[in-house]
């Protein structure tokens, strides 16, 4: 339904681009042609033409954009007050009308000054550009929070489904808009005022948790974007590791001591990507590497990495055809034959038919703790479980088995305060054999298994921290090609599965 309506008003907007274009003189079909519409709108307006590389920008392609957008506008006349504001809000709507409008002409460039002379209009220089700055900021504001949004891929955890340097776009429309729980922001920053530093936000006003209807439920499998549950509180000079994980290294008096401690609310947490493999009420366990959802085994991603052990007879491997297979990896200090890699298990079937190769084994982490970190539970990565995921209505006995499991997602996630007492549990000061979950949540976990920090390191994703799901990569950089293959072209406009 959401999915139909959303078309409709994309087609209709683009017919009424179709129709003015046609009107300036331009063939209708340029006007549905990202970039190149763009490039025509500047030759109508004259904007300079290398404009359109800065559409390629994150946030600057936002202003750029309503630049061309509303001269082009301006070129037919409409550069009123009201006439931008629906051209910004209600495209679908005006766009046609004015495109079917015989009075609305294509009356020339309009960032000219004989433009100007002619139709003169005492809006100033300065006023044209602060309304056109002021609409793109909204406009891309509502956009961003309830529609779509752009994120670049910073890491490694999703490799190879998704590489580091992927620009992607995420829908906030398929699971539904949140709507946001920090309205007073920076625009464009998320949690840091960029150049500045500090918090980009106020918590003057906080919102409760809503969600707007969307297409669709999370689906098991489906690659998400959601806030870091973890990131609530974030030691400030050393975030690349969460704060749990500094208090066990450290101790708390250190920790506060060393470093500048602070939280952030849900939506000011650091966004992360990773895919869903597990849903409210499942039951997951990790045996051997192997993940396994309610006692079956599960989707294996094809682009999946781990480590592998390579063993092989002494003549070394030749590192360019590694390079080129996109294969990390580095000889073991205890024996030069021996090699650690990073890599797909086609590419680990594929070595193996090596001459050179004796043996490829895939690695099992024994050592790396994971969730609870509790010495009840002696679970790694790579051998975990099984572990029930809780689901809206779910009740969970309190017990000193489960509390290391649930404890943080009663007082966290739900808000509540939870103590342990000599005579029990105690929930909101009441006391409590058995707590009822009010939100749904679930289990992320990244493809690239062996370098990733996901679900079986902290817990589990509460339902309030999802933003949205990822559909494709509308660019991908690759910052250790030269010139030309610093673009992947065979990964512009890929879909995400």
């Not at 033409?49 to 070129?75: E, G, H, M, R």
């Not at 009308?97 to 005492?122: A, C, H, M």
């Not at 106020?202 to 969600?211: A, G, H, N, T, V």
Request: a positive charge; one cysteine or more; glycine letters at 6%.
């Amino acid at each position: 339904m959401y999915y139909i309506i959303f078309a409709i008003l994309t087609i209709a907007t683009l017919y009424g681009l179709w129709l003015l274009f046609r009107k300036a003189g331009k063939q209708g079909w340029e006007a549905i042609i990202p970039f190149y519409r763009e490039y025509v709108m500047a030759q109508l307006t004259a904007r300079p033409t290398w404009w359109i590389i800065l559409l390629l920008v994150p946030i600057v392609n936002i202003f750029i954009f309503y630049a061309l957008y509303l001269d082009f506008l301006k070129s037919f006349g409409k550069r009123r007050f009201w006439e931008t504001v629906v051209a910004v809000l209600l495209p679908f709507i005006f766009l046609p009308i004015w495109g079917r409008d015989s009075n609305v002409k294509y009356l020339g460039q309009s960032n000219t000054e004989e433009f100007n002379k002619k139709y003169p209009y005492k809006k100033s220089v300065a006023r044209e550009w602060a309304d056109a700055i002021i609409f793109a900021t909204v406009a891309a504001s509502l956009i961003r929070g309830f529609l779509i949004e752009a994120y670049m891929i910073p890491t490694g955890s999703m490799e190879r489904s998704l590489l580091i340097g992927d620009f992607l776009f995420v829908s906030k429309l398929n699971y539904g808009p949140r709507i946001p729980m920090t309205p007073i922001a920076f625009p464009f920053a998320h949690h840091t005022m960029p150049i500045t530093g500090g918090k980009a936000y106020s918590e003057i006003i906080q919102l409760p948790y809503k969600r707007l209807p969307g297409f669709q439920k999370i689906k098991r499998n489906d690659v998400v974007v959601f806030n870091f549950p973890a990131g609530d509180t974030v030691a400030l000079e050393y975030q690349e590791t969460t704060y749990a994980d500094l208090i066990r290294a450290m101790g708390k008096e250190a920790v506060h001591n060393q470093f500048t401690i602070t939280t952030r609310p849900i939506d000011k947490r650091e966004n992360y990507i990773k895919r869903c493999v597990g849903m409210p009420g499942d039951i997951i366990s990790l045996e051997r590497t192997k993940l396994m959802i309610n006692g079956e085994p599960a989707f294996t991603p094809p682009e999946m990495q781990t480590n592998y052990l390579v063993y092989t007879d002494g003549s070394g491997l030749n590192r360019e055809r590694m390079h080129d297979l996109r294969i990390d990896f580095q000889q073991a200090p205890s024996d030069p034959s021996v090699y650690v890699m990073h890599m797909t298990v086609k590419q680990a079937e594929m070595i193996k038919t090596w001459g050179n190769v004796r043996d490829v084994e895939m690695i099992v982490d024994e050592y790396d703790i994971a969730f609870p970190h509790d010495k009840r539970y002696d679970w790694t990565i790579d051998n975990f479980g099984p572990l029930t995921i809780p689901a809206e209505g779910w009740t969970v006995t309190l017990d000193s088995l489960t509390i290391p499991l649930y404890g943080r997602a009663i007082r966290a996630y739900e808000g509540n305060t939870l103590e342990k007492k000599s005579d029990g549990y105690y929930i909101n000061g009441e006391k409590a054999t058995s707590y009822t979950f009010k939100q749904n949540y679930y289990w992320m976990m990244g493809d690239n298994r062996h370098n990733s920090l996901d679900s079986r390191s902290w817990g589990f994703v509460p339902e309030d921290h999802i933003v949205g799901k990822a559909l494709f990569t509308w660019m991908s950089w690759d910052e250790k090609g030269t010139f030309l293959s610093k673009i992947r072209w065979n990964r512009i406009f890929k879909g995400i599965n």
